[in-house]
């Protein structure tokens, strides 16, 4: 049966082509995630690895959640540059310092240069490292963006110390700058140690000892000698690790010991697999049925149950086995293009393609398992009659059906109990509980597809009758083995309904979070702190903001006076009724006397404090609880200004300015304003905050997600419209007699070509329309359940996105339907009714 199986698949190779690209797909979606998991951690360990790149040995500091870390003092560094089989030591001594004036200014990391030059882990571009306590270097980007050459003098103070003396260093080298995460995008500074020492406090100790070993020492052995000597010193809380090691260990801190992006994306591969499975399992059903004759022609000459089933199984193995070893080699390029290209960008230059033997044995091994188990099915299926029987075609898995009523019934249970679930989540607010509610359902929804898909496809073909004789025939034909068009529609409604689901549960979201931040925030913008140069917001400062496109209303609020809150000074904010158009609640209305305070405030009175006394003012809630305490400027008058701080813990916020902005800006156009107004007013980004702000950045971040989440399940449904290709091309071959037929009766090739454009349609339309509808209410269920106890959520429909969904599947239907219909229509009548 061996040779039966491989005579099969050579001369029906054709038929094999789609469900092997289907295969290929998946597996390759699969290794892909594998590989990338692989070759992440590997460009991590690279990057992290740098800092230790010239050492064997690395001393740090025990990680502790319950105690303070060790201290590495000079007499723990001694140790290590004395023990036997050391040839040097690095005692890495780092602070923070800043540099440059005004909006130039840069805060920087400055760490020393090493005893042992060998063991310094970046090169020197120009110039010398420094040798004297006046000298500095600089890392090449920060050079390069701030214009520094060798001779160029930087005035450093210690970081976070305004008025801190600064010490003038003259930069001698120019170094490569280096990629370790923990200093990546931050200006990276080298002196000599006792010029960091100055800024890092003998405290602050060392960050960790680099050690090399001398030629032909045994590094293990080092390793637990100087673990020895440690101990024998008294010092604890140490870790004597190797490079290796130490790398192993901050890339796990990195990541936590697990990598979420991984686990996202291998969902996305099983939902991938899963749709293939369906389109292997559907390709084979109908290629068994197509063979049945053939097949019990084989039992008549003595081959047994066994034999059929194995054949069937070998056919399945053969293709998984080709189609996943083409999977792997197409996900290994990928990556590998990925990665070539990431490493011309100088911020990712240690991006490393890492294909691990996991990568490459759980893609083979899966691919190949899924076929093989999605062909079980049909190859039971090819033997479960007698041989006599099976010379007339066999019925399908039908409702009518014993194995058709159990799976019926067994889909009804699971989407009852779903429903139930989902239901019971999503008035409750809970995700844990609609969560599994939803995959219940919905698998339940798969099983009973045979029993209502089948009808729809008829009640929607109906609407073909009016295009004439192909019409009528595409909606018969769609519907004349219900059972593999339930199966073929199954695998694409698996994808829409996740995309629709992702659409409507982001655009849900998108609308209720836009409602919470209008009610947390009072205002669209707010803009805090002070300018550049030290200075506090005055009046001049609202004409500017008025003069940045999108602005429409801008008011300058005034600290007025102090309140304790929670016996802490708050400031006080006065605002003139006359801007109050500015709030997001135009219908505010602070009266004199009476204080507007942030929802939650308990205190039924307020006193605020004055430079010219104290006044009790009646508390106003707002809806918001990040509303400032504001009064008006009539009340802020008569207390004559904040008082004057003596504490010297306390700090009090200048000025504020409120702004209103145009209606109907987009995310984009959001994020613009922001940088705009931070230009034109003098101040950076994170100064700039409100509704409209914060809404901005969430938009961005949820347009961000759903075009990845959608691109990632867009594999499946490009997996289910392979199916859909294979499916009518089998079909195809089944009816070559009735094509022929049809066509000599009549039919004419482009009407011909136009039934199986409408056979395609029909599926796909109607699997893309339900599913659809059916991810709409996942979507906004899932949206309930996961922020109804934060705000009220109304279900938002994206028409647009979904109908731009429905109208890709309906193309992509009748663009899967191309090479079949080409295949029937330039067959000829005569060699078609001469076919077997």
């Given at each position: ?222 390793q637990a000698a100087l673990g020895q000597a440690m101990n024998d010193a008294g010092f604890a809380g140490l870790a004597v690790r190797t ?594």
């Amino acid at each position: 049966m061996l040779q039966v199986a491989l005579a099969q698949v050579r001369l029906n190779a054709r038929r094999f082509i789609a469900v092997s690209l289907a295969v290929l797909i998946a597996v390759g979606f699969l290794t892909s995630t594998l590989i990338i998991n692989s070759s992440s951690k590997a460009s991590l360990t690279q990057s992290v690895g740098q800092g230790y790149r010239n050492a064997d040995l690395v001393v740090t500091a025990q990680t502790s959640y319950t105690e303070p870390p060790t201290v590495i003092s000079q007499q723990m560094a001694d140790v290590v540059r004395n023990t036997d089989g050391i040839a040097g030591t690095y005692a890495v001594i780092s602070s923070y310092v800043t540099f440059g004036e005004g909006k130039n200014t840069s805060f920087a990391e400055l760490s020393n240069t090493a005893e042992d030059p060998a063991l310094f882990p970046v090169d020197v571009v120009q110039g010398s490292l420094p040798t004297s306590d006046g000298e500095v270097a600089v890392d090449q980007d920060t050079a390069d963006r701030l214009g520094l050459s060798l001779g160029s003098v930087l005035s450093l103070t210690p970081g976070g110390e305004q008025d801190a003396a600064a010490t003038e260093l003259t930069a001698s080298a120019i170094v490569s700058t280096s990629r370790d995460p923990m200093k990546m995008g931050t200006p990276q500074l080298y002196a000599s140690a006792k010029t960091v020492g100055q800024f890092a406090g003998a405290e602050q100790g060392f960050r960790s000892v680099q050690a090399s070993l001398e030629p032909g020492a045994n590094l293990e052995a080092v390793q637990a000698a100087l673990g020895q000597a440690m101990n024998d010193a008294g010092f604890a809380g140490l870790a004597v690790r190797t490079v290796a090691e130490q790398t192993e260990e901050t890339v796990s801190m990195f990541t936590g010991g697990e990598d979420q992006l991984t686990i996202i994306l291998l969902a996305f591969a099983a939902v991938a697999l899963l749709v293939c499975a369906l389109v292997v399992s559907n390709t084979f059903s109908v290629l068994v049925a197509q063979r049945t004759r053939e097949l019990a022609l084989l039992r008549c000459i003595g081959a047994a149950r066994s034999q059929i089933r194995r054949s069937v199984i070998v056919e399945a193995l053969l293709v998984g086995v080709v189609a996943s070893v083409a999977g792997v080699l197409v996900a290994v390029a990928l990556v590998g293009a990925i990665v070539a290209y990431l490493q011309t960008i100088p911020e990712s230059g240690f991006a490393t393609l890492s294909v691990s033997p996991l990568s490459v044995f759980v893609g083979l091994g899966v691919g190949v398992l899924m076929t093989v188990l999605a062909a079980l099915v049909p190859a039971r299926a090819a033997t479960a009659v007698a041989p006599l029987a099976a010379l007339r075609p066999a019925d399908d898995v039908r409702a009518g059906s014993r194995r058709g009523k159990v799976r019926l019934v067994s889909g009804l249970v699971l989407l009852a109990a779903g429903a139930a679930l989902l239901a019971a989540g999503a008035l409750r607010s809970d995700l844990l509980l609609a969560l599994p509610g939803g995959m219940l359902s919905f698998v339940g929804v798969l099983m009973c597809a045979t029993l209502f898909v089948p009808s729809l496809v008829r009640a929607v073909g109906s609407l073909a009758a009016p295009l004439g004789v192909p019409g009528k025939l595409a909606a018969v034909n769609a519907v004349r083995n219900p059972q593999r068009t339930s199966a073929t529609s199954s695998a694409l409604l698996i994808g829409v309904t996740l995309v629709a689901m992702m659409m409507t549960g982001a655009a849900t979201a998108r609308d209720s979070l836009s409602g919470l931040l209008s009610q947390e925030f009072p205002v669209d913008v707010a803009i805090s702190g002070s300018l550049a140069d030290g200075s506090s917001f005055s009046e001049g400062d609202t004409a500017t903001a008025l003069a940045v496109p999108g602005v429409t209303e801008a008011a300058l609020l005034p600290v007025a006076g102090t309140a304790d809150i929670d016996g802490w000074p708050t400031e006080v904010y006065a605002l003139d009724p006359a801007d109050t158009s500015v709030l997001q609640d135009t219908t505010v209305d602070i009266a004199p006397g009476s204080i507007l305070m942030p929802q939650g405030t308990m205190e039924k009175t307020v006193t605020v404090n004055g430079a010219k006394g104290n006044l009790e003012l009646d508390v106003v809630l707002s809806e918001s609880s990040s509303m400032n305490p504001l009064i008006t400027s009539a009340t802020a008058d008569s207390l004559g200004g904040a008082p004057e701080i003596t504490n010297p813990d306390v700090y009090l916020s200048g000025p504020q300015l409120w702004l209103a902005v145009e209606e109907g800006l987009s995310t984009n156009e959001l994020m613009d304003l922001r940088a705009d107004l931070a230009e034109a007013m003098g101040v950076e980004d994170y100064m700039i905050s409100g509704a409209a702000i914060e809404r901005a950045a969430f938009e961005q971040v949820i347009n961000v997600l759903l075009m990845v989440v959608t691109g990632l399940l867009g594999v499946a449904v490009v997996i289910a419209l392979v199916g859909v290709a294979n499916t009518l091309s089998l079909s195809v071959l089944e009816r070559t007699r009735e094509s022929s037929l049809l066509r000599a009766l009549g039919l004419t090739r482009g009407q011909l070509r136009g039934m199986l454009a409408l056979e395609a349609v029909l599926i796909a339309g109607v699997a893309a329309l339900f599913g659809t509808v059916l991810g709409a209410l996942y979507g906004w269920l899932g949206a309930q359940s996961a922020l109804g106890a934060f705000s009220p959520v109304a279900a938002s429909i994206p028409w647009g996105q979904l109908g731009l969904v429905l109208a890709v599947a309906l193309l992509a239907g009748l663009a899967a339907s191309v090479l079949p219909a080409r295949r029937a229509a330039r067959l000829s009548p005569v060699a078609g009714l001469a076919a077997d």
